[in-house]
């Protein structure tokens, strides 16, 4: 049974950078697609970054060139680099095992981290 757990997140200034982390466990991770997903308060949970097994990435538009998502295969883990951040990247972040790109879309695999917060204010 695949486990992962969220750490990095926190309260940062607009403009301000932070680093997520993703430690997958109970999985070939290396195998996998990882994805991130945040939800922010009253709304529903959205896609956010994700990277194939082969290291290709993809972004939702709102976040192109400011988020990177990499991972790290011999730790097994997924990063999400947020920069320049904005208050309305204010969210609980989500890391997701592996998603999948279909529809027109990424979908989410079936194993969620707990979450980690970020909060962007001045």
């Known amino acids: 049974q695949v486990q992962l757990v969220e750490s990095g997140g926190g309260l940062v200034q607009p403009g301000g950078s932070l680093r997520l982390s993703c430690a997958a466990s109970g999985s070939i991770f290396s195998d996998n697609a990882m994805g991130w997903f945040r939800q922010a308060p009253g709304k529903q949970r959205e896609f956010v970054a994700a990277?194939?097994?082969?290291?290709?990435?993809d972004y939702t538009n709102s976040v192109k060139g400011r988020f990177a998502i990499s991972r790290d295969n011999a730790k097994n883990t997924v990063y999400l680099q947020m920069n320049s951040l904005k208050p309305e990247d204010t969210a609980v972040y989500y890391c997701?095992?592996?998603?999948?790109?279909?529809?027109?879309?990424?979908?989410?695999?079936?194993?969620w981290g707990q979450g980690t917060q970020v909060t962007v204010s001045s």
């Open positions: 997701n095992h592996n998603p999948r790109y279909y529809y027109g879309g990424w979908q989410a695999g079936s194993r």
């Open positions: 990277i194939t097994s082969g290291g290709s990435t």
